[in-house]
């Protein structure tokens, strides 16, 4: 098999993704790099994408495995060869589909890791003094708002990298955001949030826009027009806020905040409909992940408590065996004295 017919494949795949499928550029080159991935597995078996079998892909899941790839990376992985097969048979390049009966690797029980609230109320209250301070940098109050806007709204690291000044709206206390495959949502957000964002884009972003505007070869109108600027005066990059995280919290990262946003308000009593707006999860069942999250919490809380819990119940034995131990100890009572009264 000539393996360099997998290139003008691939390359029709990416305009299927782009064009058809609307799908943004960091969308389609997670796709192609799985689908590059796959194809070089084939190329060790000396087979191309177009004559796959269930076989080859079995043995790719298998391979993954073996190489340490968590259950969670192969199942998306999975999900990318049968969007692309899907494709191929719409376009009848190719007669049957080789992931048809593959049974995906048990992603859902990997349960999303999130911070406890007291991390997250430490974060947040080291970046308030930060920003508050009488010397307080734009860099602070920035760096502040970022932080309280992972939380307050789940958003994405991309989400937040692409926001535009015209995407928030103070008086009406909420921001819009554009999520996967280009799609708009409405993000509500709390009055912390919302008291951090007006002071950056008031004291701190006027002094970072006018870096950008001294600069020579000003950027582009909608990179000018971004909420979040570095101290260069350009838009900030995914791996500039991942880094702005891990150095408020080494356990942290932009998407532990979005876990531990829908985990919080899951635990609070929030309803998953409301969560999976939020978030802007197409499919319910990737919001019902966070009840698995509450339960856990539930049941400490269950132990903690109630009368027959665990925690409860050794309290109580602990009581039983002191007022044992108290009735069988001989009284210091004279009256009680046989000697003395007789």
């Not at 991390?119 to 760096?143: I, K, N, S, Y």
């Not at 880094?243 to 932009?254: G, Y």
């Not at 400490?300 to 039983?320: F, N, S």
Request: hydrophobic share 35%; net charge positive; proline share 5%.
């Amino acid at each position: 098999m000539d393996a360099t017919a997998n290139s003008p494949l691939l390359k029709d795949f990416q305009t299927y993704l782009r064009v058809e499928r609307g799908l943004r550029p960091l969308t389609c080159e997670a796709y192609l790099s799985d689908m590059r991935t796959f194809a070089e597995f084939l190329e060790t078996r000396h087979g191309v994408l177009l004559s796959a079998t269930q076989q080859d892909v079995s043995a790719f899941l298998e391979h993954l495995r073996n190489h340490g790839i968590d259950s969670r990376s192969s199942a998306r992985k999975l999900s990318c060869l049968r969007g692309f097969y899907k494709w191929l048979l719409l376009d009848r390049r190719i007669h049957h589909d080789p992931t048809l009966n593959i049974e995906s690797p048990k992603a859902w029980k990997v349960l999303p890791k999130s911070l406890a609230e007291p991390e997250v109320a430490e974060m947040l209250e080291r970046a308030a003094m930060a920003a508050t301070h009488p010397q307080a940098r734009a860099t602070a109050l920035r760096d502040r708002a970022i932080l309280e806007l992972l939380y307050a709204g789940g958003l994405r690291v991309s989400e937040v990298t692409a926001l535009s000044t015209s995407d928030l709206a103070l008086d009406a206390g909420r921001v819009q955001v554009r999520g996967k495959g280009d799609k708009e949502r409405i993000v509500p957000l709390g009055r912390v949030a919302l008291e951090a964002l007006e002071a950056y884009l008031n004291e701190g972003r006027p002094h970072l826009a006018r870096i950008s505007s001294s600069r020579k070869g000003t950027p582009a109108r909608h990179d000018s027009a971004r909420m979040f600027l570095s101290l260069r005066g350009m838009p900030l990059t995914r791996q500039w806020v991942w880094h702005l995280v891990k150095l408020a919290n080494n356990n942290a990262s932009p998407h532990t905040m979005r876990h531990s946003c829908a985990t919080h308000m899951v635990e609070h009593g929030a309803d998953l409909r409301s969560v999976q707006l939020m978030l802007g999860h197409s499919d319910i069942s990737t919001t019902q992940i966070y009840t698995h999250l509450a339960l856990s919490r539930l049941k400490a809380v269950h132990r903690e408590h109630h009368p027959r819990g665990a925690r409860r119940k050794l309290e109580q034995d602990t009581i039983q065996g002191t007022n044992k131990d108290l009735d069988t100890q001989p009284s210091s009572d004279p009256a009680s004295d046989p000697e003395v009264t007789a």
